[in-house]
């Protein structure tokens, strides 16, 4: 079983740049196909970014492409998402997931059910 925990979250204006990390300890990061949500207040949790266990494929929802970039470094054991020109709908809590997979996998997930484990989130605030 992994254990994720995110961080980097926080207040920026609009236009402006975070940068989130989920750290996984408990197992190792390879056998897993990472991806981030976020759910804002009053609204359903949506899909943001997805990575494959292997790292060779990366799918992103059509509201942050261009914006937002997701990567993973599986020595460190930890998964990224940085973002730039953020907006103020880009408010809300951004949960990071994993899903068992084999190493070498190649495959995305993109909905929530897809997913086994999941951090506890990190606030995004973005004032306008």
């Known amino acids: 079983q992994v254990q994720l925990v995110e961080s980097g979250g926080g207040l920026v204006q609009a236009g402006g740049s975070l940068g989130l990390s989920c750290a996984a300890s408990g197992r190792t990061l390879s056998t897993y196909a990472l991806g981030w949500f976020r759910q804002a207040p009053g609204k359903e949790r949506e899909f943001v970014a997805a990575i494959s266990a292997s790292g060779g494929r990366i799918h992103y929802a059509d509201f942050v492409k261009g914006r937002f970039a997701i990567s993973r470094d599986n020595a460190k054991g930890t998964m990224y998402l940085q973002m730039i020109s953020l907006k103020p709908e880009d408010t809300a809590v951004y949960s990071c997931?994993?899903?068992?997979?084999?190493?070498?996998?190649?495959?995305?997930?993109?909905?929530?059910?897809?997913?086994?484990?999941w951090g506890q989130g990190t606030q995004v605030t973005v004032s306008s």
């Open positions: 997931a994993a899903r068992s997979a084999s190493s070498s996998g190649n495959i995305v997930y993109t909905t929530p059910p897809m997913y086994n484990y």
